[in-house]
């Protein structure tokens, strides 16, 4: 059985960049408490790990004692949670992607000259809940399709970008679909270079094997799509976090297994998983 390991797996620039200041932080915490304001990343085994040494996780500002450490995760946060953090007297560590910092700061800047900002993601995700606060509540809708009533957005000009963790084949769908409703508009390719080269990946390789495993945090917005993708060109596909919910019956008869990953996942977490889809080789 042959096994074909996307290269791009693992780690991308600002997960790792994240960890490492996480890291850094609760090695240096001089007895304060640290505190990380959302999951630093999207992957459970590694925030497991952090909050072992000592990280502690919480969702809301409120929750954060005054005069201590607070790591933003990679995903961003909104800017009032950022005053609300100083006023508490806290040392705030900005873990934001530098990703995720340039389409915050281009949602602003659109919205300061009026224009409707359309934003291809979900909903429900972090980054997409801090990229919102960027902008005029009036100014801004989040769509999770190219699928969209524009008649509903009463706009003569618009901006439109994207979670950068999305599908750029949807997301320039949406794209040419608004430039032929609106007289202006302008168009910002948020997604970032690390989720175009994975999903390139996992389409080559997931046309060329019987099986794809997919690894990652089931709340990880990249592996998901990672996920959706492999099974646009592969019929059997998987999504495990780590190798202990492998079934190995499933590898029976199969010749060729493609293994791709998010960008949240370690590579200790692929080397195991990749290892035992080997053992059903003996």
Request: hydrophobic content about 40%; proline content about 2%; aromatic content about 6%.
């Amino acid at each position: 059985m042959e096994i074909i390991v996307a290269k791009s797996a693992g780690y991308c620039f600002g997960v790792k960049r994240a960890i490492d200041m996480v890291e850094e932080v609760l090695s240096n915490s001089m007895g304060k408490r640290i505190y990380s304001l959302g999951e630093i990343i999207h992957n459970p085994q590694v925030v497991k790990r952090l909050k072992d040494r000592g990280l502690m996780v919480v969702l809301d500002v409120g929750e954060v004692e005054k005069e201590s450490i607070v790591v933003i995760s990679a995903h961003g946060r909104s800017e009032k949670d950022i005053y609300k953090l100083k006023e508490k007297k806290c040392m705030v560590i900005d873990a934001t992607c530098p990703f995720v910092k340039f389409p915050q700061s281009v949602i602003k800047k659109l919205s300061k000259e009026n224009y409707f900002i359309i934003l291809f993601g979900d909903n429900n995700h972090p980054e997409v809940k801090a990229l919102i606060s960027y902008s005029k509540p009036q100014n801004i809708a989040v769509v999770d399709s190219f699928d969209v009533n524009f008649e509903l957005f009463k706009a003569s000009k618009v901006g439109v970008l994207a979670q950068t963790t999305q599908n750029k084949d949807d997301f320039m769908q949406l794209v040419c679909m608004t430039v032929k409703k609106f007289k202006e508009c302008r168009v910002f390719n948020t997604i970032c270079d690390a989720t175009n080269i994975r999903q390139d990946e996992t389409i080559s390789i997931a046309k060329n094997v019987d099986i794809m495993v997919v690894i990652g945090g089931r709340n990880s917005a990249n592996t998901k799509r990672l996920y959706e993708i492999s099974k646009l060109y592969c019929k059997k596909v998987i999504h495990i976090e780590t190798e202990k919910e492998l079934d190995m019956k499933i590898f029976d008869g199969i010749n060729k297994v493609g293994v791709t990953a998010g960008a949240s996942t370690p590579q200790d977490i692929i080397k195991e998983v990749v290892k035992k889809i080997k053992s059903s080789n003996r």
